[in-house]
């Protein structure tokens, strides 16, 4: 089968495709044919071993296809033939992939694979940030970086629906004016946010800020939250935050949290819960999809150059069939 397999870590270079084995299936995994694989800052991560990964790696941790196997040990709920989403299991960018069969997702019949990954990965962190992280209430300001990012669109977009107020960060005017146009109330520059948030909200400070940056905005977020503020940093685009002194949090007694999606979908109930919460928020009209590039499943590298230079908006996926 055709697969993106990885021998060693680095640039985009390394993600060539090629022809590799098709994975061969044990009691608790399905294979799935995948039709649309996500791509996410994640697979940036894995593919230049910021995060551990075993080689040879197929990365890609989100994808949509169908059943085409199940193993003895697979939940009664699914079938062969059915159309089905995962995240957080890696070997999407490839034709076909085995997936821990208790994570899959049945994709409901009016929700197309591309709707379905846009909305899976990046949905469900929106979902989980914005109603069990910190829960928005009506009022709440809330501070979303890389506010025309994949994530940060969706977030945006909950938030608002959750009656919340927006401030986006983005690098460029053209980012501001998409992290606008999908609800955010202000739209700045990363430079000097703290301030422009502080004026937002009459010197009082935001009550969340949804941090996926990470390293070059940590400092400025401690400055920009209100008494007892929450900080959810659960993304590190511009690195890693640094090693912190706990007293850094105690001027304003601030909330530090560091949420990562599989906590918050590790059941299978929670997940199917949420997933179709999502769901039915995209066809309320609440959450919209950006796709922001569609690329090949051989132009995996293009994504991923493309989105490591901050050069895109909404969500990457490759067509893999
Ligand atoms: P995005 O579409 O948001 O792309 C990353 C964006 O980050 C860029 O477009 C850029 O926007 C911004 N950015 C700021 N500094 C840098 C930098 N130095 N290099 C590159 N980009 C930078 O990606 P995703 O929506 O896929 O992911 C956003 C974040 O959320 C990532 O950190 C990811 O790891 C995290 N994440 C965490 C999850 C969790 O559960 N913890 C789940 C899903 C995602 P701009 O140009 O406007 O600054």
């Known amino acids: 089968m055709n697969a993106i397999q990885i021998s060693h870590v680095g640039g985009p270079d390394v993600l060539k495709i090629g022809d590799v084995e098709r994975p061969s299936l044990n009691n608790d995994q399905a294979l799935i044919d995948v039709t649309v694989a996500g791509v996410n800052f994640i697979d940036i991560y894995h593919r230049s071993g910021k995060y551990p990964i075993n080689l040879p790696f197929i990365p890609g941790v989100e994808g949509v296809g169908t059943i085409a196997a199940l193993g003895s040990n697979s939940p009664t709920d699914l079938k062969a033939g059915m159309r089905v989403g995962w995240v957080m299991a890696s070997?999407?960018?490839?034709?076909?992939?085995?997936?821990?069969?208790?994570?899959?997702?049945?994709?409901?019949?009016?929700?197309?694979?591309?709707?379905?990954?846009?909305?899976?990965?990046?949905?469900?962190?929106?979902?989980?940030?914005?109603?069990?992280?910190?829960?928005?209430?009506?009022?709440?300001?809330?501070?979303?970086?890389?506010?025309?990012?994949?994530?940060?669109?969706?977030?945006?977009?909950?938030?608002?629906?959750?009656?919340?107020?927006?401030?986006?960060?983005?690098?460029?005017e053209e980012k501001r004016a998409i992290a606008i146009a999908a609800g955010a109330d202000l739209a700045i520059g990363y430079e000097g946010f703290s301030e422009a948030v502080k004026n937002f909200t009459n010197g009082i400070g935001a009550n969340v800020i949804y941090d996926g940056v990470g390293k070059d905005t940590f400092?400025?977020?401690?400055?920009?939250?209100?008494?007892?503020?929450?900080?959810?940093?659960?993304?590190?685009?511009?690195?890693?935050?640094?090693?912190?002194?706990?007293?850094?949090?105690?001027?304003?007694?601030?909330?530090?949290?560091?949420?990562?999606?599989?906590?918050?979908?590790?059941?299978?109930?929670?997940?199917?819960?949420?997933?179709?919460?999502?769901?039915?928020?995209?066809?309320?009209?609440?959450?919209?999809?950006?796709?922001?590039?569609?690329?090949?499943?051989?132009?995996?590298?293009?994504?991923?150059m493309e989105l490591e230079a901050r050069r895109t908006t909404g969500k990457l996926i490759l067509q893999v069939a």
């Open 91 to 172: 070997g999407g960018y490839a034709e076909t992939a085995a997936i821990p069969a208790k994570t899959l997702i049945p994709i409901p019949e009016d929700i197309k694979d591309e709707d379905a990954v846009a909305l899976l990965l990046q949905g469900m962190t929106a979902h989980y940030l914005t109603r069990n992280t910190f829960e928005i209430k009506p009022g709440d300001t809330a501070v979303v970086h890389s506010g025309a990012g994949g994530v940060g669109l969706l977030l945006t977009r909950y938030i608002k629906a959750l009656g919340g107020r927006v401030i986006a960060t983005a690098s460029t």
């Open 219 to 304: 400092d400025q977020d401690l400055l920009a939250l209100r008494r007892r503020g929450t900080l959810a940093v659960f993304g590190a685009a511009s690195g890693q935050v640094v090693p912190i002194e706990i007293m850094k949090i105690s001027a304003g007694s601030i909330f530090l949290t560091r949420p990562t999606l599989a906590d918050y979908v590790a059941e299978r109930s929670e997940l199917l819960w949420r997933a179709n919460e999502v769901f039915e928020t995209f066809r309320r009209g609440d959450m919209q999809v950006a796709i922001g590039g569609r690329y090949p499943l051989a132009d995996a590298a293009s994504a991923h």
